[in-house]
């Protein structure tokens, strides 16, 4: 079954600071691609990159960075110097062989001044 | 350029009555989907569209119908709206260049209560 977990419910930190979202997916299909959105708290849904899995390069856009690692089904999203303007819930999602997306609960980052 | 527009933004049913839900884009993409965010959950999609004409079913579509009314609409109808609806639904849309899909983006969203 095609599944997206993200085990960290809630992490808070103070700013500044480097933080790790984990996102661990299951998949049977051999092709399949995963994304990552942020939910500030205004609720709307703001996409941040998406991955193909035959492509196993490391991305960095100024102070996002994503790990992505085939070997352990995982697709880890650091901040760097996280600011308070991070705060959000931040979902990793899978797209399935059908082409629908499948979410991972969500992760509440909270940055605290 | 608008994105992608929901209407309502807010909307208060009693169970049984019925409901439609308005999502417009304005990207010129052939794709566009309907989910609910229920608290501490991701999003489940309900309706999809692949292309102008055609519908499909996600993961919850029980209690939904959905019409493509051209490429620029999807709209979502609650026939006899259940408390077990009450959500937030987000319409999205997406392009397509085959073989690759590619990131959907997402309207402000509607909350739903049905008491």
């Known amino acids: 079954a095609q599944k997206v977990t993200q085990a960290q419910t809630e992490i808070s930190v103070v700013e500044k600071e480097d933080v790790t979202l984990d996102c661990v997916y299951e998949t049977r299909d051999t092709t399949y691609y995963l994304f990552w959105y942020k939910q500030p708290p205004s609720g709307e849904l703001v996409f941040l990159i998406r991955r193909n899995s035959f492509d196993e390069q490391n991305e960095i856009s100024g102070r996002y960075s994503w790990n992505f690692q085939k070997s352990t089904s995982s697709f880890n999203f650091t901040i760097t110097a996280s600011q308070v303007v991070d705060s959000a819930v931040y979902f990793c999602a899978l797209m399935d062989s059908n082409y629908q997306l499948i979410w991972g609960a969500g992760t509440k980052l909270i940055i605290k001044p | 350029n608008a994105g992608v527009t929901q209407t309502p933004k807010f909307q208060v049913l009693k169970t049984g009555q019925s409901m439609t839900l308005q999502c417009a884009q304005d990207m010129n993409h052939n794709s566009m989907y309907w989910y609910r965010q229920d608290p501490g959950m991701g999003l489940r999609l309900i309706y999809y569209s692949a292309s102008e004409g055609t519908t499909d079913k996600g993961e919850v579509p029980n209690g939904y119908n959905v019409s493509r009314l051209n490429k620029r609409e999807f709209s979502l109808r609650l026939e006899s709206a259940a408390p077990s609806q009450t959500s937030v639904y987000f319409c999205?849309?997406?392009?397509?260049?085959?073989?690759?899909?590619?990131?959907?983006?997402f309207g402000p969203g509607t909350r739903l209560t049905v008491t």
């Open positions: 999205a849309s997406s392009e397509w260049v085959s073989p690759f899909p590619y990131e959907q983006y």
